[in-house]
């Protein structure tokens, strides 16, 4: 095992520079100069000129390159090209907030969806599985940001119950901002529902059908036990191959939620980067995704490993 | 002879009498006192000592320990303003680099100039001095024009981390001026060339112009505004110019606090303000980039005031809300066409006229709707600045190019375009630039002209109109005065890739070189302003350039919030947050 999560580290090397080196070329291929982004239309060629050469922008490109592949080696993110700031500390501040609200989505994904997929697969071709169903494709067919508009306008503006704007404050009171995680992982969690909610019905309505669980039944066992320790086990892992790849992806579905919510994140930081043309912010930010990625994707092998003795064999 | 009795009767009424008088007055205490009565008998006189209690009116000194104690204040929450601003993140705080609107709503009230805009008022005419005490005195000595300002006493520079608050004197002036003037620490450098600063005393500074500028163009440098906000030299050395950019220290009614990144700018207000201790305790300013988000805050109570869209539609549902109020301000930014000269058939002044004539200006107002949006017959804006050609300056003079599409159709016919021609064309996403290019493209469609409209972002098309890519550029933009329109789109020192000073003269004209130079060095008003407008005129007789509106500010806030100032402009774009503004519950 230990050899088998080595081996997959040392793979994560490749691919994280793989990502690097295009994401290197492909901002620098986007028409647009972080220096006139950073200026403004008001600023004269002459300063835009002398912002470009300070941001080290007039470099050859190869010099570039390997300078910043540096500071990553050694863990230094660098430094906005617009503000100054340390990317790496801009990171630190933000990336709680996107893990809190990934986990919070997830939690509420399977926790919700689970239980419902099962109840569907269960109680089959009735009220309750036609509701399910039909709910479940209303979600997937949903745009993520135009749920979020519609939770704010409902428990924000006319209920009052809950706040729309901000992160709160985890360092200080991390209690309080739970108040405001509810909204925003309300939004991604009930999608993510939507689809686990189908997949378990799916996985379960098969495994409902094979001969094991049948004689579970004929022994005597309750039907609890049934479904539990012996259905859901097995139909378990289809769901953690999709659950690995929903928070891989949640990464990045947080840009739209974080932007309506004008909530701190990774994925904020993104679009501003992009918008900025800050090249520096640009680079850190899609490496750390596709760590994440690469990480979230060992985790869930090795889940899966768990579940099923025969693949860690 | 009166008798024991009767004596006896009379003084007991008397005893009475006084008793009733006593009660009346101050409260005394009692007194034994011995009384010598005479006592007359029939036939002898006795003398009798007798013990009579009597109440008399007795001062007695009491001493008392009175404890006074402050009338305790009710606890109030803190006055914060809660601003929620269309921007993804912060840019710059440093008033030399903050070229986008957050940035400038936010130095804004971090700084001062040694003069200002009156708030809520940026015409010329109602600048005022700032950190001056007084406007400045100008005189001509050998060939150069020195002003010279003596500065307000006791402004004191924002306290920062281990450095204590100081007192700003004619040093931190010439250095923030030197460092506006310096194109490595100033995106507005430009603007001083050729100007020489001097501290003459601790609160005299002269500035030596090599060329003369009339008070038009002189005063908008050393005001609240792009370069002429004065920062503390001690912190800008203290921290340097990078770290300025996120720790800004200036003088004005609001300090910096606290920066959570993505999210808010915190100020807290500056008790030593020299106009007076600010109402509001801080602000608080949010960075929310859709307005959907800013909408439902301001709804929901979590914000007091936002930025909006510059939409009517947005200004008549707002204002329906109850406890919203909606304004809608200048300055307002000039959406002006430009023609590219250089591209075939726009080099022939007959062809740009149809195009002109094609045009309904009415049609692009029709957009935004009014007040949002107003129209303009010249580049620069008659309403807000000096030099602009009004509606009836320009039709007296039958350049208004009021929409005649069949004319249009007969110019095009006349100069060989009878089956119209096409063009290709790039415009940012942001709905002011996009929707005027999606109507232009239908307006156009109509006499026969097929133009191509592919949307790309902002910054791309902001970079790619500089490398001359359309031949039609619409372009929105506000600049402080005609000198600086007509100079950056006109001059032909700012053509576009190869003037010798690139800039955004997008139609690549040429021909209003000198009158613009003249009107940058006459200091007489009239004459000048006289110059900017033959040099607009001169524009639209050769049609260049077909200005169509200006799009104002729009800004939401709940009814309780007061500016502290009635809001006719402000340049940066924003109401203006100063020691004035209030706001109740």
Request: glycine share 8%.
């Amino acid at each position: 095992m230990l050899r088998y999560i080595l081996v997959r580290l040392l793979l994560a090397i490749p691919v994280l520079l793989a990502v690097f080196t295009l994401v290197f070329l492909v901002v620098r291929i986007i028409p647009g100069d972080p220096a006139q982004a950073a200026l403004g239309d008001y600023a004269s060629k002459e300063a835009v000129e002398a912002l470009r050469e300070r941001m080290g922008l007039n470099e050859p490109i190869y010099v570039q390159y390997f300078r910043y592949l540096g500071d990553l080696v050694r863990g230094d993110l660098g430094d906005s090209l617009i503000t100054g700031n340390s990317i790496s500390e801009q990171v630190a501040y933000v990336l709680p907030y996107t893990l809190e609200l990934t986990f919070a989505s997830v939690l509420f994904g399977t926790v919700l969806g689970i239980p419902l997929g099962m109840l569907t697969a269960v109680k089959r071709n009735s009220f309750l599985d036609y509701a399910g169903r039909v709910l479940s494709l209303a979600g997937l067919s949903i745009p993520a940001f135009y749920f979020a508009i519609l939770l704010i306008f409902v428990f924000s503006v006319r209920l009052g119950v809950l706040p729309s704007v901000g992160g709160g404050d985890l360092t200080e009171d991390p209690l309080r901002s739970l108040k405001y995680l509810i909204l925003p992982a309300l939004t991604l969690g009930l999608i993510m529902t939507t689809s686990i909610t189908r997949l378990t019905r799916s996985a379960m309505l098969n495994v409902l059908s094979e001969d094991y669980v049948r004689t579970a039944r004929a022994k005597g066992l309750a039907e609890g036990v049934v479904m539990f320790k012996h259905a859901l086990r097995s139909a378990l892992l289809p769901i953690v191959s999709v659950t690995g790849l929903w928070i891989a992806s949640l990464i990045g579905d947080s840009v739209l939620t974080e932007y309506v919510f004008s909530r701190p994140g990774l994925g904020k930081m993104l679009v501003g980067a992009i918008q900025q043309r800050d090249y520096t912010a640009l680079q850190s930010v899609m490496v750390i995704y596709a760590a994440f990625v690469v990480v979230v994707n060992l985790i869930t092998d090795l889940t899966y490993g768990l579940l099923d003795p025969r693949v860690s064999r | 002879m009166l008798s024991r009795k009767t004596l006896g009767l009379l003084f007991s009424l008397g005893l009475v009498l006084t008793l009733l008088l006593a009660g009346c007055g101050a409260t005394a205490e009692p007194q034994t006192i011995i009384q010598t009565v005479v006592v007359e008998k029939e036939g002898e006189t006795i003398v009798e000592t007798v013990e009579v209690v009597v109440t008399q009116e007795v001062e007695v000194p009491v001493e008392k320990e009175v404890v006074v104690t402050a009338t305790p204040e009710p606890v109030t929450e803190p006055k914060i303003l809660r601003v929620g601003q269309n921007a993804a993140d912060m840019s710059s705080l440093d008033p030399h680099f903050a070229t986008t609107t957050e940035g400038r709503a936010l130095v804004d009230m971090i700084f001062n100039g040694l003069l200002r805009y009156a708030p809520g008022n940026g015409a010329f005419e109602a600048m005022e001095p700032d950190l001056a005490a007084d406007y400045p005195t100008m005189e001509m000595v050998d060939g150069t024009q020195v002003w010279t300002f003596t500065l307000r006493e006791g402004v004191m520079c924002h306290p920062a981390g281990a450095m204590p608050a100081y007192e700003l004197t004619s040093e931190d002036v010439v250095y923030s001026l030197e460092k506006a003037a310096n194109t490595e620490r100033s995106a507005y450098a430009g603007e001083y060339t050729g100007m020489a600063f001097e501290a003459v005393d601790d609160y005299t500074v002269k500035i030596t112009l090599d060329v003369p500028l009339s008070p038009v163009l002189f005063y908008p440098k050393v005001a609240n505004y792009s370069g002429g906000f004065i920062v503390c030299k001690q912190a800008v050395e203290a921290l340097g110019d990078d770290k300025f950019k996120t720790n800004p220290v200036g003088t004005g009614p609001f300090m910096f606090a606290k920066y959570s990144p993505q999210e808010k700018i915190e100020l807290v207000a500056n008790p030593d303000y020299f106009r007076g201790a600010p109402k509001l305790d801080g602000i608080e300013y949010r960075y929310m980039a859709d307005v959907a988000s800013r909408e439902a805050g301001l709804l929901a109570g979590e914000l007091d005031v936002i930025n909006g869209i510059p939409d009517v539609q947005w200004v008549d549902k707002m204002a329906t809300e109850e406890g919203i109020d909606v304004d809608v301000f200048g300055v307002g930014e000039v959406a002006t066409v430009h023609f590219n000269m250089t591209v075939p058939p726009l080099d022939n002044p007959e062809v740009r006229k149809a195009l002109a004539y094609a045009m309904d200006r009415d049609e692009f107002l029709a957009l935004f709707g009014e007040p949002v949006a107003e129209n303009v017959y010249s580049p620069v804006p008659a309403k807000f600045l000096a030099g602009g050609l009004t509606q009836e300056e320009v039709e007296g003079l039958g350049l208004a190019y009021d929409v005649d599409r069949d004319l249009a159709k007969q110019m095009l016919a006349d100069a060989g375009y009878a089956d119209g021609f096409a063009l290709e064309v790039v415009t940012s996403e942001m709905t002011g630039y996009r929707r005027i290019y999606e109507n232009m493209q239908a307006q156009l469609a109509e006499v026969g002209v097929d133009l191509t409209v592919n949307v790309v972002d902002h910054s791309t098309m902001h970079a790619q109109i500089r490398e001359d890519v359309n031949p039609i550029v619409v372009y929105i933009a506000w600049r402080p005065n005609a000198d600086v329109y007509l100079t950056r789109f006109y001059h032909s020192d700012s053509i576009v890739v190869t003037g010798a000073k690139p800039d955004t003269n997008f139609s690549h004209y040429d021909q209003i070189d000198d009158l613009i130079e003249s009107a940058r060095a006459a200091t007489d008003a009239e004459e000048q302003i006289q110059l900017w407008k033959d040099a607009q005129i001169k524009l639209l007789e050769d049609m260049v350039t077909y200005p169509l509106h200006f799009q104002q500010q729009v800004y939401g806030r709940r009814s309780g919030v007061d500016y502290g100032h009635d809001l006719v402009s402000v340049l940066a774009l924003y109401p203006g947050v100063d020691e004035m503004t209030d706001m109740t519950e």
